[in-house]
């Protein structure tokens, strides 16, 4: 329970920081809060597994909002993400920097954006090598979204990623992978 309550401060203070950085309020933003709490909630009441996971949902919501919104992902994500990972003692370093060396060169090329790199390498610290599936999940599921918004040549990737990383993480606890 206790943990529940501080995803539910953190989710309040980020979305506060989301109201600043985008400069607005908009009801997208407060349907994005909704739904990432609904999936918090869905996500304790199946299991305990990696149960330091639900603290990187309001970081997953803020990557989210803002990119759809401004076309950048806050830096408070990664250092959100990689400060859990460090206090839970759930580090892999070298698949951070194996991520992030090719993500920045991807991202010399124009690629792929540079926060997008951040939150790849934050996740990959995170949850080691099963940040392959993520990645070839957040492709897939960004393929789709390319095609939705009627083939724009640059659109938000962080929506895809963390649906991705959502998504393995039910995969997970259900003992799928």
Do not use: Q
Not at 113 to 132: P, V
Not at 141 to 146: N, Q, R, T
Not at 155 to 163: G, N, R, T
Request: proline share 2%.
């Amino acid at each position: 329970m206790s943990i529940f309550l501080l995803t539910v401060i953190l989710f309040y203070f980020l979305y506060r920081y989301s109201l600043s950085y985008v400069g607005y309020s908009s009801i997208k933003n407060l349907y994005s809060m909704i739904l990432f709490l609904f999936l918090t909630v869905i996500r304790l009441s199946i299991g305990t597994y990696l149960i330091e996971s639900i603290l990187l949902y309001p970081f997953f919501y803020l990557a989210f909002y803002v990119d759809e919104e401004c076309g950048e992902i806050p830096d408070l994500c990664s250092i959100g993400i990689i400060c859990i990972s460090i206090f839970f003692k759930r580090t892999h370093l070298f698949s951070l920097i194996i991520v992030f060396s090719i993500g920045s060169i991807l991202s010399y090329f124009k690629l792929i954006g540079f926060g997008d790199i951040k939150l790849f390498s934050a996740m990959a610290f995170f949850i080691g090598e099963k940040i392959i599936y993520v990645i070839f999940g957040s492709s897939y599921i960004g393929l789709f979204y390319y095609f939705i918004k009627k083939k724009e040549r640059i659109f938000p990737f962080a929506p895809s990623i963390v649906c991705s990383f959502i998504l393995l993480d039910y995969l997970l606890l259900l003992k799928v992978i």
